[in-house]
């Protein structure tokens, strides 16, 4: 007996899925799961995420009001101010991420993944020898 759970999708069945959300797959083929799908959302954004990350309510971040600026603005903000950050989702996960550079040969680096199961910190240092 197959459990729901580990249901797997093939491409008509994604497709009908993120069409009854008001979504369409603008991908030809579904690998999987986590695998990226390009997806247009109701108003017209463009996003690459993975069916996993729809599934689990990550759809479009543009949508999101609390996302004003693209990823691109903001990173090239905090770059000139020797800040980078970075948010977005991979495989299906949550990643968060900063670096900063402290001194001109020294950045520090934070990353933080939230998996279904798996949470995870990161945290490192650079140093640059001249
Ligand atoms: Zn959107």
């Given at each position: 007996m197959e459990c729901p759970k580990y249901h797997r999708w093939n491409f008509q069945e994604v497709f009908n899925y993120i069409k009854s959300f008001g979504y369409e797959l603008l991908s030809t083929e579904y690998k999987g799961i986590n695998t990226r799908i390009k997806i247009k959302c109701p108003q017209g954004h463009i996003t690459e995420k993975s069916f996993n990350g729809f599934l689990s309510g990550y759809r479009c971040l543009k949508c999101c009001?609390?996302?004003?600026?693209s990823y691109e603005y903001i990173e090239k903000k905090f770059i000139e101010n020797d800040l980078t950050m970075r948010m977005g989702t991979w495989n299906g996960t949550l990643t968060m991420g900063f670096g900063m550079q402290i001194i001109p040969n020294f950045r520090f680096d934070y990353g933080y993944y939230a998996g279904d199961l798996v949470k995870e910190h990161y945290v490192g240092g650079h140093y640059t020898f001249d």
């Open positions: 009001g609390s996302e004003k600026h």
